[in-house]
């Protein structure tokens, strides 16, 4: 199995963490792979928050929507990232929209959170994937500008506690051939 396709089977939601810092050198490693993300017409229309500051972070954490089996990641993570998308850029011409499905910004930072979350993996570093919260509560407290929106909430740390792999879908219940 070649290094990528472990790293992808291997990533998991880690939603415990060490209490130990992540390194200046290997978020700055995990940051120089993510920009190479791929995107619409090359728009990278990424902008990424990192968030050390514990304020901040509890503040981020009243945000989680109940039940949220990541809310304690917000705060027990050494770093907290929170990736925001440019809006009217990804899948625009001339300011205007060229696809079917619209603004294509949310596609773009799929891409990049994939890239971040599977890096990060490799670099020995575990992340979750939160994705409900009060978006705009949470966007007035990292100050996200006008134009721009706050999709992902993505705690960063070393994993405390690693869980087996879930049950996937066979390949021949998700995969058609010529025709759905």
């Known amino acids: 199995m070649s290094d ?5 089977k291997e990533r998991r939601s880690i939603r415990k963490y060490e209490e130990k810092d992540v390194p200046e050198e290997v978020l700055n490693s995990l940051l120089e792979t993510v920009r190479w993300s ?8 990424w902008e990424l928050i990192v968030v050390k500051d514990k304020a ?11 039940k949220n089996p990541a809310t304690n990641a917000i ?6 990232l929170a990736l ?10 001339k300011d205007i929209v060229t696809t079917k499905l619209g603004d294509w ?14 890096a990060a993996h ?13 978006h705009d509560k949470a966007k007035n407290i990292v100050k996200v500008p006008d134009g721009y929106e706050l999709v992902v909430l993505i705690p960063l740390g070393y994993p405390a ?13 998700f995969v058609h051939h010529n025709t759905f």
């Open 84 to 93: 925001c998308g440019k809006l009217k850029s990804s899948g625009f011409y």
């Open 122 to 134: 490799n670099l020995g570093l575990g992340t979750v994937i939160v994705g409900l919260f009060d």
């Open 75 to 80: 705060t027990d993570a050494p770093v907290l």
């Open 56 to 66: 901040l972070k509890e503040g981020l954490k009243d945000t989680i929507l109940p």
């Open 161 to 173: 506690k690693i869980s087996s792999a879930p049950k996937r879908r066979e390949i021949g219940e």
């Open 38 to 45: 791929p995107s619409w017409a090359n728009t990278q229309c």
């Open 4 to 8: 990528i396709i472990q790293i992808i």
């Open 105 to 118: 910004f949310m596609f773009d930072l799929g891409l990049f959170t994939q890239t971040l979350c599977l």
